[in-house]
């Protein structure tokens, strides 16, 4: 069935000018593109815009009608020309309901069917009226009949079952070979019940779509009256939805009355059979034969029956009408309500971002004034650090190195026992000790002296290490200088610290528990030794002395023990995230690296206490420009960091990145 839909198609589609071996004559197109010239020369002329849909019209051409008439009812929308030509343009859109429509509209309005009546016929037959369609054919016809017309009149008796006077009527077009007509002749027959004579035309008039037709042959007899109009000029076979509600636009169908028949000319011309079907002679031949033209038989109907019918389906129009404003209506305020509430939503939406737009303005506001003042923080530490630094440099140049001047007898170190014991006392005959460096070089051992607590650089004392205590400083009679290399314990407590940051208190070596008496710091000669160095064998501890032993061993471990400002120096880090565990710190060193892959490749994560959290490092660098750089470079990635410097002594302890 789906082949001979469409070589149905094929064969309803193309028009009779494509089916003849020699083109005929085109008035209908000489006269379009005679108006198509009138149209270049102005565009506004609304007599050439209706002609030129109508000529487009019965071209065929249905979406060049629509549009010279949407035109010509811009200049002129009472116009009742354009409706009927709208009603041409509906009638071949499968519409006939809306044809119907507009053509009562534009008869109600004065203009004359006359001209319309074909394609008013046409609409009749597919709403199933042929008693309607066939009065119209018959007005056309009246006038000059064009084969269209002839053809859809034998059509339109073929479906109401007059098949004798549509032979008569399509003759002349057989004997001239139309092919359209031997077309609508092969439907007459098959409507009617002779589907053998449809194929055997098919079979030699239509080329090799006529075995294809045989389906649709034998489909055709059991379609009611309208479908088999759809099918012979449409080739649609199923009756849509699209159909049946257009079918209900129709204007009720007024009672038929009787009007004078219209001869035809085909009756006068002397009956011969067609040489392309020997065998039709003798089929016909056995039919009865009518003489005369049989006029319609029409609606068969009283004028009560008819006017309930009309009512009926008047009443059924509006009730239609009626529910579907409705339909129309409901779905306009479900529309709206639709409307309102996706407005709704959007103000939500847009409030929603606005939230979250202000509080990451706020978390960034806080961030930035959270680095800032770590920054400045650090920038703080790093200038007491190097504050620190420059007066140890300033101390270790501006204090001159110690004369081999007199000397005291023995010089030395604060110990806890030296709150106990007298002081030493010098020999009444040796002059005091001069007073070596100046002001300056006093200045320079306080402010070397100065430590900057842990807590106030921002990170958390070491474990074991204790805070460095007070110095104590001799009494001025004996400074530290003077006893330089005179010491006899393995390490004297004379000697000077090396100029560092901050180191651990020394060892303080015990003097002699020995007295010395006042009259032991005069010599045996009873004259002064003046100027003279004492003697190291003098006040080196004896060996079998058990209490220097011990301090000998001290001093030798202390000695040998790491200098941790050697260890863990000054650095320059990038922190790049913290946290409260140190567990977590691989799993955000992880997140640091896929979103930085190229930028962290390589680098070793390390980590140190900050107050209750620790820090996560990147380094160390060389330069604090350096870390600030990387920092700098980490950022175009979409990471937040800053540069740190550790202090010295401070421990950084390498993360295992799980």
Request: glycine letters at 6%; aromatic letters at 4%; one cysteine or more.
């Amino acid at each position: 069935m789906g082949a001979a839909l469409i070589a149905l198609a094929v064969c309803v589609a193309a028009p009779a000018s494509a089916q003849e071996v020699a083109p005929p004559p085109t008035p209908n197109a000489d006269r379009l593109a005679e108006e198509m010239r009138t149209l270049a020369r102005d565009p506004r002329n609304l007599r050439a815009l209706l002609s030129a849909g109508e000529m487009s019209a019965r071209l065929n051409d249905a979406a060049a009608a629509a549009g010279f008439f949407a035109r010509a009812q811009a200049l002129d929308p009472s116009n009742p020309r354009v409706l009927a030509g709208q009603a041409m343009v509906m009638v071949r859109m499968e519409r006939p309901g809306e044809a119907l429509r507009l053509f009562a509209e534009a008869e109600r309005n004065g203009l004359s069917m006359e001209g319309y009546a074909s394609d008013r016929g046409l609409a009749y037959d597919l709403l199933g009226a042929q008693g309607h369609a066939q009065r119209d054919y018959r007005t056309a016809m009246r006038g000059a009949a064009d084969d269209e017309t002839i053809r859809r009149y034998a059509l339109s008796l073929g479906i109401s079952g007059q098949t004798d006077q549509a032979m008569r009527l399509l003759d002349p077009l057989l004997r001239r070979s139309d092919r359209a007509g031997w077309r609508a002749r092969a439907f007459i027959l098959a409507m009617n019940g002779d589907a053998a004579g449809a194929d055997k035309i098919a079979a030699s008039m239509m080329g090799g779509v006529g075995t294809a037709l045989a389906p649709f042959f034998r489909r055709l007899p059991t379609l009611s009256a309208s479908d088999k109009a759809f099918a012979v000029h449409f080739g649609e076979l199923r009756r849509t939805a699209a159909r049946v509600a257009d079918a209900q636009l129709a204007p009720p169908l007024a009672r038929l009355g009787q009007e004078p028949g219209v001869a035809i000319a085909a009756a006068e011309v002397p009956r011969r059979e067609p040489q392309a079907d020997p065998g039709l002679a003798d089929r016909r031949s056995a039919r009865p034969r009518s003489s005369g033209v049989r006029e319609p038989l029409g609606w068969r109907s009283n004028d009560q029956t008819e006017a309930r019918l009309v009512r009926e389906r008047e009443a059924k129009r509006l009730a239609d009408l009626k529910a579907q404003q409705e339909r129309e209506a409901l779905a306009a305020k479900q529309r709206e309500v639709e409307r309102v509430a996706a407005e709704q939503q959007a103000a939500r939406e847009a409030e929603a971002r606005r939230i979250a737009e202000a509080q990451a303005r706020e978390r960034a506001a806080t961030e930035l004034a959270a680095r800032e003042a770590e920054t400045k923080r650090l920038a703080e530490a790093q200038r007491l650090a190097e504050a620190r630094r420059l007066a140890e440099a300033q101390r270790q140049t501006a204090e001159p190195a110690a004369p081999a001047a007199e000397p005291v007898a023995v010089a030395t170190a604060a110990t806890p026992a030296a709150s106990e014991a007298p002081p030493v006392r010098m020999a009444e005959t040796a002059p005091p000790s001069p007073r070596i460096g100046g002001e300056d070089n006093v200045i320079a051992r306080i402010i070397a002296g100065i430590t900057i607590p842990a807590s106030e650089l921002g990170v958390e004392p070491m474990p074991g290490r204790a805070e460095p205590e007070p110095a104590v400083t001799t009494p001025p009679p004996a400074p530290v200088e003077v006893a330089k290399a005179e010491t006899p314990a393995p390490r004297p407590a004379v000697e000077r610290p090396k100029p560092e940051p901050v180191k651990p208190k020394p060892e303080p070596v015990k003097p002699r528990t020995e007295t010395p008496k006042p009259e032991s710091a005069k010599p045996e000669t009873g004259k002064p030794v003046r100027g003279k160095p004492a003697d190291p064998k003098a006040v080196a501890a004896k060996p079998g002395d058990p209490k220097a032993a011990p301090k000998g061993k001290a001093a030798a471990k202390e000695k040998a023990k790491p200098d941790p400002a050697k260890t863990d120096p000054v650095r320059h880090w990038v922190q790049v995230a913290g946290g409260a565990n140190v567990s977590d710190l691989p799993k955000a060193w992880r997140a640091l690296l896929a979103k930085a892959p190229a930028e962290l490749k390589g680098r070793q994560p390390w980590t140190t206490p900050l107050r209750f959290t620790n820090r996560l490092l990147v380094g160390p660098f060389k330069t604090p420009a350096e870390a600030q750089a990387f920092v700098n470079m980490i950022g175009k990635k979409g990471l937040s960091a800053f540069a740190w410097s550790s202090e010295a002594r401070q421990k950084i302890e390498k993360l295992a990145a799980k």
